[in-house]
């Protein structure tokens, strides 16, 4: 909802649903408000959140994807290199790059079928 709000211009709505998110103190809720953060350009402050969430919770995951997408806008390997060591757990080996050939359209169309609303009632 939050991030629908923030699309459709609405951005009081959206901080009154990512603090009502965020005073639960659940990751997931403190995730979205984090993310509202973020999306507002209060970087600061999301990060504040993110760090919260590992030392409460001990998930480095949302820090570590903060700090990639934080180093990447901004060009900061080390920052980069940073973020990725905290996702060792979840990737391993690191950021890979996608090969080309990952992401190619479908050979033919698919076409949905009909749902039952519009197939023609048999009469009786």
Request: proline content about 6%; aromatic content about 8%; hydrophobic content about 35%.
């Amino acid at each position: 909802m939050v991030r629908y709000y923030l699309r459709t211009g609405r951005v009081a709505r959206a901080e009154s649903r990512a603090l009502e998110s965020a005073d639960a103190y659940s990751v997931r809720g403190l995730k979205v408000y984090a993310h509202f953060l973020e999306a507002r350009r209060c970087e600061a402050e999301a990060e504040q959140v993110y760090n919260a969430i590992e030392k409460r919770y001990d998930q480095t995951e949302p820090l570590g994807t903060f700090m990639v997408r934080k180093a990447l806008r901004t060009s900061d390997a080390v920052l980069q290199q940073q973020g990725w060591q905290m996702l060792r757990k979840v990737f391993p080996k690191g950021g890979e790059r996608l090969p080309g050939t990952a992401c190619t359209a479908p050979r033919r169309t698919v076409r949905p079928s009909p749902t039952s609303a519009e197939e023609p009632r048999p009469s009786t």
